[in-house]
C-alpha cells in the first residue's frame, strides 16, 4: 500500500489498538502491555512488531487492520 489512510479508518483503528491495549499479554513470563510490542503507523499503513512479540498478538492486530485497510496483492502492513 503507498497511500495514506484517510483519517475516519485511521480512527477507528486506533480506537480498537487502543481497546486491545487495555489487557496485558505474557511475554517471557512477565505482563506486558500489547502497546509495548508493536508500532503502527498509517502513512503508509504498516506495523512493525518487537522480535518477542507473541503470534497470538500479531494475528489480532492483523485482524483489527484488516477489518479497515484492504491489503494489496504482494503488499504488507
Known amino acids: 500500500m503507498n497511500h495514506k ?14 481497546q486491545l491495549n487495555q489487557s496485558y499479554i505474557e511475554v517471557n513470563g512477565k505482563p506486558v502491555n500489547p502497546g509495548n510490542c508493536y508500532y503502527f503507523d498509517t502513512n503508509p499503513p504498516h506495523v512493525l512488531y518487537n522480535t518477542n512479540c507473541p503470534d497470538s498478538l500479531k494475528e489480532r492486530i492483523n485482524e483489527i487492520i484488516s477489518k ?10
Open 68 to 77: 479497515y485497510i484492504l491489503e494489496d496483492e504482494g503488499s504488507a502492513y
Open 5 to 18: 489512510v484517510p483519517a475516519e479508518l485511521e480512527e477507528k483503528i486506533k480506537a480498537e489498538l487502543e
